[in-house]
């Protein structure tokens, strides 16, 4: 169980990010978010997992850096980044920055080369806002719409949402520990240290620093079993734990802005019959198979093709996304064995089954982990 799920507000407001997709270089987070070991009081991995659980965030503003290598093929960043949405985080790396007010006033600001882009959400108003576009999107949200500004992205955007996701999966199968205190953003830090004891598993271990006096993560670090750095770092490098001026919620829309209006039904759309919740063990053509860091998501894309093993659809033109995607399919390592045959797309810390047959095996795991799935 995470010992965050009673602490909405850390959800997405502090940095950490067990399964964040980052693609791509720069310099790392960890060069110039740590700094020297403080002297803290002793507690145990249980005390610091009390200290999250009870913690109490009334405000926070600061300056999170996201950034990882999972060792992936150039094209897939380069497809990434030609995105404009909040999905191009999973290319490079990223600086923003947050605002948090209670659980109706969050805001995040994406600033680069493409502009700038925030996300606001101010009561019942949420905001999207491109400045290079210049243009700009508004819902009013239901009375209990989730708490989280840019709610319907699935990227966890600082150190506290992706601790959450992290967390979730201590159980029988996860070693928890404390290590070396650390110093980040300037504030004295522990250290919780996850390891998995699943050899399935293609993560060797995840840290998350937890600030000493407010209790809420000030980064993460997420280690696959090969390499010295981390292959996944969200810290926060400047943090201030002070409630924020209203002002920083209320978007006025700049002059020559358009302004689009978007319906919401008021109420949360309803869950098939059936469906399991998200997390669950099945979600309309999706099944988890095994538990903990082990677990393997089995979708079905649509009807198998009939087509061998490689064969690509129709050429598609060229510079579209659809034509990119075709070329990093026809990229990728055929494989095949006792549960047929496709094509298997890999990084350090996670793999990818695309059968041929139309189905798709993910995980933190080894290919081996997915073939006996497949074969299962």
Do not use: C
């Amino acid at each position: 169980m995470s010992v965050l799920t009673s602490r909405p507000a850390l959800r997405w407001i502090v940095p950490t990010a067990a399964t964040v997709v980052l693609i791509g270089g720069g310099a790392a987070v960890g060069r110039f978010a740590a700094e020297a070991e403080p002297s803290l009081p002793p507690r145990s991995a249980a005390q610091l997992l009390v200290d999250l659980q009870t913690s109490r965030l009334e405000g926070l503003s600061g300056t999170v850096v996201q950034r990882a290598d999972l060792g992936l093929p150039p094209l897939v960043a380069t497809v990434a980044e030609r995105r404009e949405d909040l999905t191009a985080l999973v290319a490079g790396t990223h600086t923003m920055r947050v605002w948090y007010s209670g659980p109706d006033k969050a805001r995040i600001a994406f600033k680069d080369t493409l502009g700038e882009r925030d996300v606001i959400r101010n009561g019942a108003d949420l905001w999207v806002w491109n400045s290079k576009k210049n243009e700009a999107f508004h819902r009013t949200l239901p009375a209990d719409a989730g708490q989280r500004p840019d709610a319907g992205t699935e990227l966890p955007v600082t150190p506290a949402e992706a601790a959450d996701r992290a967390l979730a999966a201590i159980d029988p199968t996860t070693e928890v520990s404390v290590g070396r205190s650390a110093t980040v953003a300037g504030r004295d830090a522990y250290e919780l240290v996850l390891k998995p004891r699943n050899t399935a598993s293609l993560v060797d271990q995840v840290r998350i620093a937890l600030d000493a006096k407010e209790h809420v993560p000030l980064r993460f670090e997420l280690f696959a079993d090969e390499g010295d750095a981390p292959a996944i770092e969200v810290a926060f490098t400047q943090v201030d734990f002070s409630r924020p001026d209203a002002d920083q919620f209320t978007f006025n829309p700049p002059p020559g802005v358009k302004v689009n209006e978007e319906k919401s039904t008021g109420t949360r759309p309803e869950r098939p019959a059936g469906a399991e919740k998200p997390g669950g063990a099945k979600d309309r053509d999706a099944t988890v198979v095994g538990e903990g860091w082990a677990a393997v998501l089995v979708a079905r894309t649509g009807a198998p093709t009939g087509r061998p093993a490689g064969d690509a659809p129709a050429r598609q033109p060229e510079g579209s996304e659809a034509a990119a995607g075709l070329d990093l399919l026809n990229q990728l390592p055929k494989v095949s064995g006792p549960w047929g045959s496709g094509r298997l797309f890999s990084g350090t810390i996670f793999s990818v089954l695309l059968t041929d047959d139309g189905r798709v095996l993910a995980g933190l795991v080894t290919p081996e982990r997915l073939y006996e799935v497949a074969r299962g």
